[in-house]
Nanobody, 125 residues
Framework: QLQLVESGGGLVQPGGSLRLSCAAS????????IGWFRQAPGKEREGVSC????????DYADSVKGRFTISRDHAKNTVYLQMNSLRPEDTGVYYC??????????????????WGQGTQVTVSS
């Protein structure tokens, strides 16, 4: 059973930065596509970014392109989401999720079977 643990959330001022981490407990981490999703209060959960199992395919939601960067470190079984130029509308609970896949990543919640518990990101002055 794959377990995912997010960390790195917190309170940051507009324009600031945070780096989220998603640590996976699996010896076969390199077969999993990882996605980041977020849910703002009163809104549905939405996709933020994804990275394929190889790391060769990456996608971002239009709202975060140019500000967020996703990466993965296979040696550490960890995926990172570097978030720069944060805005109040980036506030929400951020979740990482995983699915077994060897194709390009797809920023869709469907077929992601494993989810972390989430980490809160609050962007406010």
């Amino acid at each position: 059973q794959l377990q995912l643990v997010e960390s790195g959330g917190g309170l940051v001022q507009p324009g600031g930065s945070l780096r989220l981490s998603c640590a996976a407990s699996a010896f076969t981490f390199n077969v999993y596509e990882i996605g980041w999703f977020r849910q703002a209060p009163g809104k549905e959960r939405e996709g933020v970014s994804c990275i394929s199992s190889s790391g060769g395919s990456i996608d971002y939601a239009d709202s975060v392109k140019g500000r967020f960067t996703i990466s993965r470190d296979h040696a550490k079984n960890t995926v990172y989401l570097q978030m720069n130029s944060l805005r109040p509308e980036d506030t929400g609970v951020y979740y990482c999720a995983a699915k077994m896949s060897f194709s390009r990543c797809v920023l869709s919640q469907s077929q992601f079977h494993y989810w972390g518990q989430g980490t809160q990101v609050t962007v406010s002055s």
